[in-house]
């Protein structure tokens, strides 16, 4: 392939595989708990981050973990304790990252061209330092989900049971809002803030059309998210389209194929159990009477 040629595009790639693992699988248990909105708003609060590292010359990408990281365990603490105002609260939160994040940026003198690349993704200005990060905390993120992957299932399946169980609840809540977190850090580059959210929501809602187990699940939906990142960015290469937008809209594109034939498929196996219902009838015998047993 011709993207091939050039090293910024082979460090996209490899980037693009890792965001492809990990925002699908940290997905998986978001979707599962309902809360499939958790990463667009963390990616609100880590413009906060990103606005912090430009002012004060540091890594923006530093800046954006540490800040997208309390605000997650915030966002569970405020979830935890009122349920009942907790959207309006998330709100605030969210619209508050991204407010500070704007004006930190504009403060630093970079404006809405410094806040570009974060919000909608830049494959063009990834570097090596940038793959070894991601890298790292996308092992950090798989590491987690096979570590707690049981722990973590029986949460989402029932908060209650999970409690009732002996297991730290709270903890755990807390350990899939900071995933969370972590995972929007590592794709925000390539994908973008403001679209990093679908690649973790979208590609678990293909799965879920054509499996029926958590594992399977989350393993097609890993396997959906490899294949919408590195084909899209393959396309918005070939094509000079942003990176961010074409591995989204691939996403989409599958999740509309699952959908198409989940159904399908259910059709299929529902007439073939509604065949299996209905006796045979031997030939030359009339109908009725072999229904009645005449």
């Known amino acids: 392939?011709?993207?091939?040629?050039?090293?910024?595009?082979?460090?996209?790639?490899?980037?693009?595989?890792?965001?492809?693992?990990?925002?699908?699988a940290v997905g998986t248990f978001i979707v599962q708990r309902r809360l499939s909105l958790l990463g667009d708003g963390v990616g609100h609060i880590a413009l906060t981050g990103i606005g912090l590292g430009l002012l004060t010359g540091t890594s923006p990408v530093l800046g954006a973990l540490v800040v997208s990281v309390l605000g997650a365990v915030a966002i569970e603490v405020l979830r935890a304790r009122s349920r009942s105002g907790a959207d309006v609260a998330l709100a605030l939160l969210f619209y508050g990252g991204l407010a500070g994040g704007v004006l930190l940026t504009d403060a630093q003198g970079g404006g809405g061209?410094?806040?570009?690349?974060?919000?909608?993704?830049?494959?063009?200005?990834?570097?090596?330092?940038?793959?070894?990060?991601?890298?790292?905390?996308?092992?950090?993120?798989?590491?987690?989900?096979?570590l707690f992957g049981r722990e973590l299932f029986l949460l989402c399946q029932d908060e209650e049971v999970a409690r009732a169980s002996g297991l730290p609840v709270r903890f755990l809540s807390a350990l899939v809002a900071v995933t969370a977190a972590v995972t929007v850090v590592i794709a925000m580059r390539a994908i973008g803030l403001l679209l990093v959210s679908a690649l973790m929501v979208v590609p678990v809602a293909a799965a879920q059309q054509l499996t029926r187990g958590f594992r399977g699940t989350m393993l097609l939906a890993m396997a959906a998210g490899v294949l919408s990142a590195v084909a899209g960015l393959a396309g918005s290469f070939e094509y000079d389209l942003p990176p961010g937008p074409s591995i989204v809209l691939l996403a989409l594109a599958l999740f509309v194929a699952a959908v198409l034939g989940g159904t399908l498929v259910r059709r299929a196996r529902a007439r073939a159990a509604a065949g299996r219902r209905i006796p045979a009838v031997r030939p030359g015998v009339d109908a009725e009477a072999e229904v009645l047993g005449g």
């Open 1 to 24: 392939m011709d993207m091939l040629q050039y090293d910024f595009m082979r460090v996209a790639l490899v980037m693009a595989v890792l965001i492809g693992l990990t925002a699908p």
């Open 113 to 146: 061209a410094s806040l570009q690349s974060y919000l909608f993704g830049s494959i063009s200005s990834v570097t090596v330092d940038d793959l070894y990060v991601v890298a790292a905390l996308a092992v950090v993120v798989l590491g987690i989900v096979t």
